[in-house]
């Protein structure tokens, strides 16, 4: 009986069981508002914020907004958004389709000097009769006689009122009643300013950290704040990640406590973020660039328990990904679903040397070609987990290795393909998509590059380091600290007898202690054996999802330095408390006489000068390699 109500209960949740209220708009020299009966919201025009959310007559903001803003620059002026509206307008006026759909825009065009984007831009909004929804999308325009622009965060933001809502909803695993405004008021402050120890309230002695409820925003469709007394729920969903940086493994902030001043609830939507592997998107002045960031849908929903609020969302996500793209956006750089078109194919997977890898599941993608930058963090070059500049396609492949990419922009890509279980991934260019039908691209074969057979093996490449010992709780407040209990003797992992969900950390951070002071290098130790030496060595292959900039990884095999990573990018996955960051690859050959019969030690040394540089293993691979290399 229960699990009948619950059924019932989302369906009412889910979707009207009657026609909705007429859209209405009315407007006067300061502000939009518009309602479909139930749902109201109020824009400044001057600003393009949400000054005011009602749902069933009751005010969700409680002096809080919804608003766009950026941590940019242009030249060396700070551009913290879009400025101020030069102009408005009913982009979708309710009178003239009957009350189904009401769109309004703010227009902006800064300069850069001014504090604002340099370009011309747009801040739309829109409603529908059916639905208890607000769709936000953002327009930006880049072309001649705009100034130099770089942006390192770009986000739409919504402040709630802290009397109503009090449980945040990332996933299963962060899914709590929050501490309140006055306990992280009174909080004592930890090793960042982001986090402190709670020591009122119900959370008392909780590490209240806002990257706790960071997430790979393509595997949460819905996430928000509840009010579980007032049975309100405010979602935000991404229809599509096509306008977000990073692609489908990009880890982003989701929600939190606003640590900048008020505590209040707070939801993001990090279209663009520089944590975790940031993203880039630079312009040189006059460069010519647009993009449409959304729509997006902030979806509210009311009078179930948290659970049923949240399942309720994401059955709403579930539409709203199945509508994309929508066919009510009239925006000349965004395509009906006709001007789209796409890529269908398989790829088969053959590696000789390796177990068989299931393919369902496997991300295949259309992505642009790698690009040049002056970003210091990247050595010049832009790859898809870093790029925010253009728009990216992703899916996944069926059990045979079948994809369909649909909803793509015409133009000419770069095919990619990765999976749990492979290192590294399928790469194909000049892939071209035209407009009205989906082109297809055969069969594809991916050989996974490799030395020779699996000597032995630590974790799973799966651009992660869940498996490992903590990793499973990667979220909490402090793993780099919590490391010198769970290992007082350090890493020693033997191969063949160890187990890397117990005996492998999820991250190596230096040697510190409990105040986070260094104090000195951090050395982990793998001993394996060989019954015989490869006739041509072997090759130590690191995959890494996380590092810090400036810390870098010597190798000593049997006592010898036999490599070094140099200094690795940033990335900065362990201090933000994630189990991922950017996924890349480092290998070492060593020769034959670098190795013995018998056991062999061989040594990660981790140096570095501030307690934050750590690093992320995703996994590491020894290869038997057929025949003689040099040294490296």
């Known amino acids: 009986m229960r699990a009948f109500v619950f059924t019932i209960a989302c369906l009412i949740f889910a979707s009207p069981l009657s026609r909705g209220a007429d859209v209405s708009l009315s407007q006067d020299e300061r502000f939009f508002k518009v309602s479909n009966g139930k749902l109201a919201t109020t824009i400044d025009k001057s600003s393009g914020k949400i000054t005011s959310v009602a749902f069933g007559g009751q005010e969700l903001l409680g002096g809080g907004t919804g608003y766009w803003s950026m941590s940019a ?27 189904e759909r009401a769109e309004v825009v703010c227009r902006f065009h800064g300069t850069g000097s ?12 829109a409603m ?31 402040k709630l009122d802290t009397g109503i809502f009090e449980q945040l909803t990332v996933d299963k695993d962060r899914n709590w009643i929050m501490p309140t405004s006055a306990d992280w008021d009174a909080g004592s402050p930890l090793n960042l300013k982001e986090a402190r120890r709670m020591t009122t309230g119900i959370h008392v002695g909780w590490a209240e950290h806002k ?4 997430a790979i925003l393509e595997k949460v469709p819905a996430y928000g704040w509840l009010g579980t007394k007032r049975k309100f729920g405010v979602w935000m969903i991404n229809p599509s990640v096509e306008y977000l940086a990073g692609g489908p493994t990009k880890m982003e902030l ?15 939507n990090m279209w663009h973020g520089s944590h975790y592997g940031g993203t880039v998107l630079s312009l040189e002045k006059d460069e010519k660039w647009s993009k449409v960031i959304g729509p997006f849908a902030i979806h509210f929903n009311e009078g179930g328990s948290p659970d049923q609020l949240w399942s309720s969302a994401l059955e709403r996500a579930k539409t709203e990904r199945a509508a994309w793209p929508y066919p009510w956006v009239k925006q000349d750089d965004y395509p009906a679903a006709a001007a789209r ?44 987990q870093r790029d925010g500049k253009f728009y990216q396609y992703w899916t996944h492949a069926g059990a045979d290795g079948s994809f369909s990419i649909k909803g793509v922009r015409p133009g000419t890509y770069v095919l990619h393909a990765f999976t749990n279980g492979v290192f590294g991934e399928f790469q194909q260019s000049g892939v071209k998509v035209n407009a009205g039908g989906i082109a297809s691209a055969g069969e594809l074969v991916w050989t996974p590059e490799r030395a020779g057979p699996t000597l032995w093996q630590i974790g799973i490449p799966d651009r992660s380091a869940a498996e490992f010992r903590n990793g ?7 793993n780099y600290l919590k490391f010198k209990t769970d290992f007082p003797d350090g890493v020693n992992y033997i191969v063949g007898k160890s187990d890397w969900k117990k005996d492998w950390n999820i991250c190596q951070p230096l040697d510190l202690s409990p105040e986070c002071e260094v104090l ?26 996380g590092s810090r900039e400036g810390s870098s990884l010597s190798l000593l095999l049997n006592g010898t330095e036999v490599g070094n990573t140099g200094p690795l990018p940033e990335d900065g996955a362990m201090h933000r408390d994630s189990h991922r960051g950017m996924s890349f690859e480092r290998s070492f050959n060593f020769p034959p006489a670098r190795l013995k019969t018998g056991e062999n030690v061989l040594q990660f040394r981790l140096k570095g000068t501030a307690w934050h540089q750590g690093v992320l293993y995703d996994c590491i691979r020894m290869e038997a390699v057929p025949t003689l290399v040099t040294s490296s």
């Open 254 to 268: 989701t929600g939190h406590l606003d640590v900048g001043g008020d505590a209040l609830p707070t939801l993001l």
């Open 128 to 158: 529908d009769r059916e639905s208890t929804t607000i769709y936000a999308t953002a327009v930006l325009a880049h072309g001649p006689g705009d100034a130099q622009f770089r942006i390192g965060e770009g986000r739409f933001v919504i």
């Open 472 to 478: 499973d709780q990667y979220w909490h407040w402090g």
């Open 341 to 384: 078109g796409g890529v269908s194919g398989k790829i088969r997977i053959e590696d000789p040397a390796g177990p068989p890898t299931p393919l369902a599941g496997m991300w295949v993608g259309l992505t642009a070609p790698d690009y040049a930058t002056r970003d210091r963090w990247n050595d010049g070059t832009v790859g898809w």
């Open 114 to 125: 001014d504090g604002a984007y340099p370009g011309a831009s747009e801040i739309r909004y």
């Open 520 to 545: 000195g290098d951090s050395v982990w130790t793998v001993r394996f054996p060989l019954d015989t030496v490869p006739d041509g060595g072997t090759r130590l292959r690191i995959s890494f999802c």
């Open 73 to 99: 620059s242009s030249a060396r002026n700070r551009v913290g958004g879009l400025g101020r509206s030069n102009g408005q307008a009913v982009s979708i006026d309710p009178a003239a389709n009957g009350g």
């Open 211 to 214: 990257y706790s409820y960071s």
